[in-house]
C-alpha cells in the first residue's frame, strides 16, 4: 500500500511563495513517477507538474511554467512544488499522486494510481 501526505498549503498574497510536500510511504516511491494536480471550486482537476523517477524528466502545466519547480528527495521519500510569483487563479486544492506502474511523468491523471488527500492553497489579491 502506498500513502502520501501534503503539507505545506495556506493563504498567501498575490505574488508570494509557497512550497509544498508530499511524504509517500512504500517501497515503490524511488521508482513512481510523481506528480502534483489541482482543484479549484467548479473546476475540473488540472495537471501542474510531474517529475520521473530518476529526477531527469520534469513536465508542467502552461499555467504554471517558469512559476513552479518539482522536485524529489527519494532518500526522504519526498516530492516539493515550489510556487512562486502566485497569482488568485492558483488558488485550489492541490494533490500529490504517485504513478507506481512507471517511472515516467505524465500529465494525465488516468496515469496515477495513489493519491494524497490534498493541501489548500489560497492566494489573495
Known amino acids: 500500500q502506498v500513502q502520501l501526505v501534503e503539507s505545506g498549503g495556506g493563504l498567501v498574497q498575490a505574488g508570494g511563495s509557497l512550497r509544498l510536500s508530499c511524504v509517500v510511504s512504500g517501497r515503490t516511491f524511488s521508482s513512481a513517477a510523481m506528480g502534483w494536480v489541482r482543484k479549484a471550486p467548479g473546476k475540473e482537476r488540472e495537471f501542474v507538474a510531474a517529475i520521473s523517477w530518476s529526477v531527469g524528466n520534469t513536465y508542467y502545466a502552461g499555467s504554471v511554467k517558469g512559476r513552479a519547480t518539482i522536485s524529489r528527495d527519494n532518500a526522504k521519500n519526498t516530492v516539493y512544488l515550489q510556487m512562486n510569483s502566485l497569482k488568485p487563479e492558483d488558488t485550489a486544492v492541490y494533490y500529490c499522486?504517485?504513478?507506481?506502474?512507471?517511472?515516467?511523468?505524465?500529465?494525465?491523471?488516468?496515469?496515477?494510481?495513489?493519491w494524497g488527500q490534498g493541501t489548500q492553497v489560497t492566494v489573495s489579491s
Open positions: 499522486a504517485a504513478n507506481t506502474r512507471s517511472g515516467t511523468p505524465s500529465r494525465f491523471r488516468a496515469a496515477y494510481d495513489f
